[in-house]
């Protein structure tokens, strides 16, 4: 995660309404911002693994289409996403597959030669993600964007960091959602120490900024203090929830003493549900315009999915040993575990539906959501047919609820196109495997 920089123009506003800055946080935009729009967010989703192609790729055309078999979690959202066929990986760089796959997808880029990886003959990757050159377009939020993990991968590898400040210079993230909650909240109680003060005292974080956030609400608009009540409670039951997990002796156990709760298999579904919340709150307040969220172990991922009813298969038990087999037990099972990651997806896509913004729209309508993987298919390893989704509107520049083909496109096509609508209409190229042809019609309106 990035560092902060002071947004004073918002502590103005609260001291002018007679309210501290701890509020900060806690408070959505106002509509006062309306003015000047909704800031646009981009969340970067990204899976591991590939998927099974026959049973993923939808049916019909452009406009009337049909989700598939993997997508049909999605049936509730349908209307706020793309789904895209046809797109590849170009290859470069000191490997291809699966490990240079993150970078592929969030920076176009290959992996350096020599490094900490294949016995010192693979590096980091080769330049800055997508997410990293908005976040610094955007000087003055509180933070300039937030890296995370869901899943058991706890240490940051090629195989499980999205997000690149530059050349060989990898964000790691946070896999741990209490220590994410700190980050994000302990400021407006003076930081780390005072919040664990106040949890062994079995209080709440808000228990400190309550006040000033009930003397703010008669003197802001109606549909601001709603939103502000929303917020507060959304804070409030994540709380609760990481308590119960994370902080809770008598809950689930770490596998082994090295080890804690939030890396452990049996974990992540209490992950996804955490940090799709602070993903809401972070970006209902604009502390952050950019996010990466990496599921399991991200490329490779050797994630073991204990609450899905997978049919054993001898030593095979996780998510990267299945997805090379051709087996039907082994495509039912990656069919299983892609349509859970759809299903947290889809219930990201909702929260940000349901939360809404300064301009009257939906947190959603003003986001853009890339979700991407590693490889198209397990057992081929193929790059030359890539899976990928958009979702949200981009501010009302997606037209979603759409199946578009493409052919053997490149992935950079792609990132050029959603770089021209974060604010880089001269970018022509992206990423160290492009060839520099622009952008791809048909994607934005």
């Not at 990986?89 to 970078?103: D, M």
């Not at 970006?283 to 315009?289: K, S, W, Y």
């Amino acid at each position: 995660m990035n560092t902060r920089r002071p947004r004073l123009h918002r502590r103005t506003w609260l001291k002018g309404l007679g309210a501290s800055a701890a509020l900060t946080p806690f408070i959505p935009l106002p509509e006062s911002r309306a003015a000047d729009g909704a800031p646009l967010r981009l969340l970067l989703l990204f899976t591991g693994n590939g998927v099974v192609r026959d049973r993923f790729t939808p049916s019909g055309t452009e406009d009337d289409w049909t989700l598939s078999e993997t997508l049909e979690p999605l049936a509730a959202v349908k209307e706020h996403v793309v789904v895209f066929d046809g797109f590849k990986y170009n290859k470069g760089g000191a490997f291809h597959g699966h490990p240079a796959g993150p970078s592929s997808f969030a920076a176009g880029c290959g992996l350096a030669s020599g490094g900490p990886f294949y016995d010192g003959t693979v590096g980091w990757g080769l330049g800055q993600t997508i997410d990293q050159k908005y976040a610094d377009s955007l000087p003055g939020l509180p933070f300039d964007s937030l890296q995370l993990r869901a899943g058991y991968a706890r240490h940051p590898t090629i195989w499980n960091v999205l997000s690149y400040a530059g050349t060989e210079q990898p964000l790691g993230g946070e896999y741990d959602p209490t220590k994410l909650f700190d980050y994000l909240f302990s400021d407006a109680v003076g930081g780390v120490a005072e919040l664990e003060a106040l949890r062994a005292r079995r209080k709440s974080v808000l228990d400190v900024v309550l006040e000033d956030a009930e003397r703010l609400a008669p003197r802001v608009s109606g549909s601001d203090r709603q939103r502000l009540e929303a917020h507060l409670q959304l804070v409030r039951e994540l709380e609760v929830r990481l308590d119960q997990t994370g902080c809770d002796p008598s809950g689930p156990q770490p596998p082994d003493e090295d080890d804690d709760y939030w890396s452990s298999f049996g974990a992540m579904p209490t992950q996804c549900d955490a940090m799709r919340d602070l993903i809401t709150a972070a970006f209902a307040c604009d502390l952050t315009r950019s996010i990466s969220l990496v599921f399991g172990g991200g490329a490779t991922s050797q994630q073991e999915y204990p609450w899905l009813d997978l049919v054993p298969m001898g030593g095979d038990t996780t998510h990267h040993d299945m997805s090379h087999e051709t087996f039907d037990v082994a495509r039912d099972n990656i069919v299983k575990i892609d349509r859970w990651h759809f299903e947290m997806i889809a219930q990201i896509i909702e929260d940000l539906a349901a939360t809404p913004d300064v301009d009257g729209n939906s947190v959603l309508h003003n986001t853009l959501i890339m979700w991407g993987t590693d490889i198209g298919e397990g057992p081929s390893h193929t790059w030359g047919w890539i899976p990928a989704m958009f979702a949200g509107q981009a501010g009302g520049r997606l037209k979603t609820d759409r199946f578009v083909r493409v052919d053997e496109v490149p992935f950079n096509r792609a990132l050029v196109s959603v770089l021209h609508e974060l604010g880089f209409p001269e970018v022509d190229s992206f990423g160290t495997n492009d060839n520099g042809s622009g952008g791809l019609d048909g994607i934005f309106g």
